[in-house]
């Protein structure tokens, strides 16, 4: 049974920083392609970080680059986003997700969300102003 479970979620002021983590069981993080989304309300969920399973390239959409930084302990089973320099636009729910169709594009940014296999429940993510 695959289970992910995200923590490190809380309320943050503006320029602070927060380390979200996903513990994962029942599925080796050094296989698949991994994924941090978030969720703001009334938005989509948008894929934020993701690490490939071909090659571990890590991507970042564009509005984190040079402040997130997601990283995966295969010892520990367990992936971690690092996010610093927070803005209020960072505020959402933030899930880990694990994708494992063996049909593998470039550029995991790209996959839906709807191609995901696996979900935590997600961490909420404030950002004071």
């Known amino acids: 049974q695959v289970q992910l479970v995200e923590s490190g979620g809380g309320l943050v002021q503006f320029g602070g920083s927060l380390t979200l983590s996903c513990a994962a069981s029942g599925v080796p993080l050094d296989h698949y392609t991994w994924a941090w989304f978030r969720q703001a309300p009334g938005k989509g969920r948008e894929a934020v970080s993701c690490?490939?399973?071909?090659?571990?390239?890590?991507y970042y959409e564009d509005s984190v680059k040079g402040r997130f930084t997601m990283t995966i302990d295969n010892a520990k089973n367990t992936m971690h986003l690092q996010m610093n320099s927070l803005k209020p636009e960072d505020a959402a729910v933030y899930y880990c997700a694990v994708y494992t169709s063996d049909y593998l594009p470039p550029n995991c940014l790209t996959y839906e969300a709807s191609e995901y296999s696996y979900w935590g429940v997600g961490t909420q993510v404030t950002v004071s102003s």
């Open positions: 690490i490939s399973g071909t090659d571990a390239m890590t």
